[in-house]
């Protein structure tokens, strides 16, 4: 292990050459098997739609679930992917490279503060460990918000250590200063995690650096998570979007705060209830071939009684420290709420990766390194091309969408469910018809309609012209019988909602999902449907 000072001994063409070569090599790695998997439903699907329509918009202050205000989630997921699509087009690698920007985000903080305090080697191993992660690596490959929150949170956690450490070891004016840049970093990065998922961002990081100093002892450097360089950042990145989005939509503090932060959290009628153990499993399993070898690591060092991790420097004692806190505190949290959604502990990745190297090195186990990652690295592979290939259902063959001869001008119709993703793979059209029983008072459940409900309220006459029951189906389709519509559903929904269709047949079948062309006036007794 390297002393602070011999760390930064590392001569500086060598380190940037390094860590640029990393930078490159961990951004080719994860992009490359991203285009293989069509859109998963229904996170995918969701949130590339909603930034696809923010495009096509303009409006970049309210995100838009078919049409309709869509909270759940602050937008920088959206503004990142929208940008994407303007620039490279409208593809499935270009959805997920918000994911993609947190997993490479993640990995070169993690890089830069453990080549500072550490040494070369440990941070290269923890960040090669960390993308070759199944957990990692797929994470990367998904469109939603996990993601890129966790590498907020990391470059936070990170920036905010290395403020910790560089304002204790301050001995000059220029080197004294140094604390300060990264403290603001912090901020920013804390107020773009608030863009990323909300005030998650800025509790996490809060209590990991809280108890790391506690811990620590660290009475002099209390002040620092309090000062204005860390919080003014926040406060103008993250500030103008919930003002202009209080502006517009009177009900937004209320439903994003206390609705979609509090409510969530503590609530049991959310998705995916688990038990207290649920993480622990999944990273175990989902984290090998890892995991495996960093637990044959600490079983061999335990029954050794290797003194290698108990004479570490006191720099890499902090360290330590800090990554055992930053682990514990990411996984209680998460698994007080009864809701456990898999991506939430993504966080909690980047101390695992550490935690890995450190163990092998104790155990002097580093010559199987480059053969483990070898291993992890072909699962990783292996799993991509499974689930982008022979793993697809027929239900998410979305891409069949594309041989339709659907115009602009022609109207989607969704029977008794939202298809998320049907309208990326389609040209630009109005905000689609779903149609359903929308009478149903006081829905509990955590799923679609109640989304698809929530977001009218923020618009009700708009809500009232896009969520239909099959009377003003109906009146829609008299009152425009020569646009050609396309109806997606399943067969049992069609005869309840759309009977003309009973004896159609389909233009495209995804599995038990139908699709079908027909005239509007044929739901108003006129014309036939093909």
Known sequence: MHSLASARAVPARFAWTTEASMAVLVAVWLLALAWLRPLSDPDEGRYAVAALQMLRSGDWVTPALNGLPFFHKPPLYYWLAATGFQVAGVHEWVARLPSLLGAWLAAMSLLVLLKRYA???????????????????????YANMDMLLAGCLTACICSAAMATLEARQATGRIRGMAWMGWLAAAGVWAGLGFLAKGLIALVLPSMVWALWLVWERRWRQW??????????????????WVWMAQAR????????FVTQHFQRYTGSSFNNPQPWWFYVAVIALAALPWTGWALAAGWRKAVAGSPKLQAAQPL?????????VWFAVIVLFFSVPHSKIVGYVLPALPPLAYAVVRLVQAAGWQRWGRHAAALAALLCVALAVVLGTVAVPAKAQWRALRSLPVQPADRLVMLEHLYYEVPFYLPAMAAPLVVDDWTTEGQQADNWKKELSDAAQFAP??????LLDAQALQAYACAHPQQRLWVVGSNEAAQRQMPPLASAAPALHLGSTQVWQLQAGQACGRGTAQ
Do not use: C, E, K
């Open 461 to 466: 006459q708009l809500g009232n012209s896009l």
């Open 223 to 240: 002040w620092l998570p309090l000062h204005a360089a860390a919080w003014l950042p926040v406060l103008l990145i993250a500030g103008p």
């Open 249 to 256: 939509h009177s009900g937004f503090f209320h439903y994003f």
């Open 316 to 324: 890499l004692q902090s360290l330590d420290r800090l990554m055992l």
């Open 119 to 141: 040494s070369l080697s440990v941070a290269v191993a923890a960040a090669v460990v960390l993308v070759t992660m199944p957990y990692t690596y797929m994470a990367a490959q």
